[in-house]
């Protein structure tokens, strides 16, 4: 089992309203939709951690708010600068969400 | 950036890869077509690729489905052209609505309209734009031509028939709605199928009584006439009463007494109100504020502050800044609070 925590990506939102749709439709049951969200979970950490290679820096014109519960980190950075090798990319707010990258993701039983 | 995108574009497409290759065999248990599963890989890749947040990949399949959705949004656009220039007078009955809703047929309902309203109406509706829009004359004349309809005895030609119709009945919406209401109710439809002459009169007369009553109507509503109604949007107001009514002093003074307190209790809510709301501090509502679009989903290896300096070491980590996507094996960061 792997953190659900990319089902809130673009990957994951659009496999979500994709699934969404089928269920509407009646084409597939929503354990199945289930079944497809929690193989996603596993194949995105997976491929997180092995495929990607690039590293990136960051800085914040300032920390706004922080929270830290159950175990996951919520930041909310204003006027950030994103530097990857040669490149750069700004945002005005960012919403960081973490979860702890060391523990052992929460068994489920299926 | 660029580079990155490329690799976004790879590790989307490859993860796909994998959830579907991967839930096949759960698809199958479950008894499900494989054609489904087919469907979910499409849908799942044309909201990526309408999302615009990675870059499109060119494909076979990807590419007959634009062309087929470019064929779609331009047919929508010839119909909506149509759609809007029968508008103002357009029929309200719910075939009209049913087949403006669908687009394909649309697009054939407006060019071939077969039953007699359609047909009035759009006939109408060039009579309509061709009459000068002048105010200051009383009276348009309006031709409405009855295209040749098989089955109706003795109407074989087309024939137009010219009515008068006062020069607001064409304009504004509402005008040009009732007008249309007028042309396309069962009496009007019996008529369009008589000789031209006889259409011509019951048509006028038609039309010249159901303005006149829609008219004297509206006048009615604004004159009070018939009956009139003195409470609701028509009552003139609360504080009238002290000087209208003199008799029943006594109960008078009292229900004024009652009155005069909750008044007096409202301003007293209504001061302090404002006093009170002068007490919150808080910036901005935290849940309005956590909403954003520019979200970075990662792991944590290390969160450190001293004093009121951040720092953040994280880690596989997905970021959509600005609308686009982005991924890292790595960031560190530095924030102050």
Known sequence: ?110 | MAANQALVSKLYRGVIEDVINGVREAFLDEGIDEAVLLELKQNWENKLQSSKAIDPVTDPAETSLQSKLQQRSSLPSKAGQQASSTAPANNSTPQQAATTAKQPEAAAAAQTPVTTPNAATGAATTAAAAAPATTTVRTVPVQITVPPQAGVAGHTAAKSITVHVPAHALQGGAAGAQLQTILSSPAVTAALSLPVEMATTVLQQHINNALQSTAARSQSRTDNGGVTQLDGPGDSSDDDDDVEDDDDDDVEEEDDHDDEEIDADNEENADEEPLNSEDDVTDDDPSVLFETDNVVVCQYDKITRSRNRWKFHLKDGIMNINGRDYVFQKANGDAEW
């Open chain 1, 1 to 110: 089992m792997a953190y659900q925590l990319y089902r809130n990506t673009t990957l994951g939102n659009t496999l979500q309203e994709t699934l969404d749709e089928l269920i509407q439709f009646g084409q597939i049951t929503p354990q199945l939709a289930l079944k497809v969200l929690v193989h996603f979970d596993r194949t995105m950490n997976n491929s997180l951690a092995q495929k990607v290679k690039n590293r990136l820096t960051f800085k914040a014109g300032k920390l706004n708010t922080y929270r830290f519960c159950d175990n996951v980190w919520t930041f909310l950075l204003s006027d950030v600068e994103f530097r990857d090798v040669s490149e750069l990319c700004k945002g005005e707010t960012v919403k960081i969400v973490a979860c702890d990258g060391k523990a052992v993701p929460p068994t489920k039983d299926d």
